[in-house]
């Protein structure tokens, strides 16, 4: 086993997540949708040598994600990489997670959230203009990765001058250099991982000094309450830390995975250019496609039965978004990109109790940000054999996006 597969071991193990070699390999190619179908068709339920299952069809997935007896990602007792601390609301299940959504829903509401489009537009083009004149770039680097992560700090009401910090931040936690030795990778996760909890202490303090919590989210986690109490500092910087993760790296990676897909399909995208108003049904088929979030993690707590196996209480489940969103009993012929594809009951945000939090900022993210690329740059290839791209596995995020243009 080489060093970097037993890194990524590792840090699975960590995490207290199930190991499926098979499905990690398959993951870091161009073109990983014919080997779900195929896996799922074969072996909708797989039994992995850790004692782990590896769940692909939507009914089973969709009978775990509503079952009230099947734990979340919290499973293990909670945090991502290093951070061994519950996150809000990702790591709790039950009756304290229905009190942290009731509180944190409406704030990410389509219509709460509405007044960032103009700011989203305004990003986008400004990381955009840079690169016209260059006329190649790596887009994930240039654009992709930075334009969700300006978002973010508006929404959290952080300076822009923090931006590659909070960059840093990220990428220690979910993209580490895996060719590191593991003590090494989990070090520099772990003091990432500190640093950033101590800005969130930082600007907490500096808030709370001057009596002025702010008019951002921030503030607004400062000036809540929860059956009559309010949020309590760790509640806060928990809450901070989980969106820091999901605003800086899920909308980047659905970003980079639809303009990797369009520079290799440009008949589809110039189909879509020939009328905007296609953008979202395009976007929700190219998400299903896709699926940037590859997987997720739930545990029974009773014997459940999923495709006719039985499987006991305990047993830790590897939720396959990706290979649901391909099932052909829900999404026929799957394989076929349909931009125009209705129903289209994709569940690329999750589904069930913990359906994603921020799904109406990322879809408005998405349409937005790519209307504003093509327009500005319509024409544009891959500046590398598809085969050279390389993925990151979840969320799933091509290393680099070698994109030319004219």
């Known amino acids: 086993m080489s060093e970097a597969i037993s890194a990524r071991r590792t840090m ?52 775990l994600n509503r079952h009230k007896e099947v734990l979340g990602n919290g499973h293990s007792g909670g945090g991502i990489g290093a951070v061994r601390r519950r996150l809000i609301p990702l790591d709790l299940d039950g009756p304290d ?63 822009m001058d923090e931006l590659d910090d909070f960059l840093e931040f990220k990428n220690a936690q979910l993209h580490p250099d895996l060719d590191q030795p593991i003590e090494k990778v989990m070090q520099d996760m772990t003091d ?93 088929e190219l998400l299903r496609f896709e699926s940037p979030v590859a997987d997720g993690y739930r545990k029974p707590l009773v014997d459940i039965e999923l495709s006719g196996e039985k499987i006991e209480a305990g047993t830790l489940c590897n939720i396959s978004w990706a290979a649901a969103n ?21 569940i690329a945000f999750a589904s069930g109790f913990h359906r994603c939090l921020g799904s109406h900022l990322a879809r408005m993210e998405l349409r937005v940000a790519l209307e504003r690329f093509h327009e500005r740059i319509p024409e544009y290839e891959l500046a590398v054999p598809a085969e050279e791209l390389v993925f990151f596995r979840n969320p799933r995020t091509p290393e680099r996006l070698p994109l030319c243009w004219k």
């Open 192 to 284: 990432s991982a500190e640093r950033c909890y101590g800005y969130f202490e930082r600007v907490i303090d500096e808030r709370q000094k001057r009596g002025d919590v702010g008019d951002d989210m921030i503030g607004r986690f400062l000036s809540a309450e929860i059956d009559g109490e309010r949020l309590s500092r760790d509640d806060i910087l928990d809450i901070s830390y989980l969106m820091m993760i999901a605003g800086l790296d899920t909308v980047a990676a659905s970003l980079a995975c639809i303009l990797a897909y369009l520079a290799r399909h440009p008949d589809q995208r110039r189909w879509i250019l020939e009328d905007p108003g296609r953008w979202p049904s395009a976007i929700e």
């Open 326 to 346: 391909l099932d052909p009993e829900v999404f026929p012929d799957p394989l076929r990109v349909d931009l125009e594809r209705s129903p289209n009951a994709h």
């Open 12 to 63: 699975e193990l960590l995490a207290g997540l199930g190991y499926d070699p098979e499905l990690s390999a398959a993951r870091t190619g161009a073109d990983p949708q014919p080997y779900y179908v195929k896996a799922a068709a074969e072996t909708p339920v797989r039994r992995n040598d850790d004692g782990s299952v590896t769940v692909f069809r939507m009914a089973d997935i969709q009978a």
């Open 97 to 159: 997670h229905r009190k942290y959504r009731k509180l944190l829903d409406p704030h990410f509401t389509a219509k709460k959230l509405a007044h960032l489009e103009p700011l989203i537009r305004e990003q986008a083009d400004a990381y955009i203009d840079p690169l016209i004149e260059q006329g190649e770039a790596d887009v994930f680097d240039a654009w992709c990765e930075r334009l969700p992560s300006t978002v973010f700090l508006s929404l959290m009401g952080i300076p």
